[in-house]
């Protein structure tokens, strides 16, 4: 039998599970870490991924011959003083590279560049395919 005069009757729940005020506290400061750190970690991906050091379109191919094709590149490149390495491909009518270009694009005078690049294939080829440009410091071609 419990007595009234005793005091005010005990906190059930406290008494069940425990205060926790402490672990509550290193909960929410090691949550709040991590998502700063989450946040932090998005906000660098998002910069690096936005502001690359080149970026590469193809503008126009033409077929010369049975074993010749061109191809006009624009490259945009991050600063003038940034050189490029370039890759094209030649691919025929089943898919396969008949011909392939590596070339530097830079330093520019101006950011912008079009570049036009004639390459040699083994057989006829019906299509140029520009895998991109990449940087010493941009290893994914863009």
């Given at each position: 039998?419990?007595?009234?005069?005793?005091?005010?009757?005990?906190?059930?729940?406290?008494?069940?599970?425990?205060?926790?005020t402490?672990?509550?506290?290193?909960?929410?400061?090691?949550?709040?870490?991590?998502?700063?750190a989450?946040?932090?970690?998005?906000?660098?991906?998002?910069?690096?991924?936005?502001?690359?050091?080149?970026?590469?379109?193809?503008v126009?191919?033409?077929?010369?011959?049975?074993?010749?094709?061109?191809?006009?590149?624009?490259?945009?490149?991050?600063?003038?003083?940034?050189?490029?390495?370039?890759?094209?491909?030649?691919?025929?009518?089943?898919?396969?590279?008949?011909?392939?270009?590596?070339?530097?694009?830079?330093?520019?005078?101006?950011?912008?560049?079009?570049?036009?690049?004639?390459?040699?294939?083994?057989?006829?080829?019906v299509?140029?395919?520009?895998?991109?440009?990449?940087?010493?410091?941009?290893?994914?071609?863009?």
């Open positions: 039998m419990r007595g009234s005069a005793a005091g005010p009757p005990p906190d059930l729940m406290a008494e069940r599970y425990g205060r926790g402490g672990r509550r506290r290193v909960f929410a400061a090691v949550v709040t870490v991590l998502v700063v989450g946040l932090g970690w998005l906000a660098w991906a998002v910069w690096v991924e936005s502001t690359p050091d080149v970026q590469s379109g193809l126009r191919t033409h077929v010369d011959g049975p074993h010749r094709v061109t191809a006009d590149i624009a490259v945009s490149l991050r600063t003038p003083q940034t050189v490029a390495s370039c890759l094209v491909q030649a691919m025929a009518a089943d898919h396969s590279v008949v011909g392939e270009l590596h070339f530097k694009v830079g330093p520019e005078p101006d950011k912008q560049a079009t570049v036009r690049r004639s390459m040699r294939t083994e057989r006829p080829a299509t140029v395919n520009l895998v991109g440009c990449t940087t010493p410091g941009q290893q994914r071609p863009r």
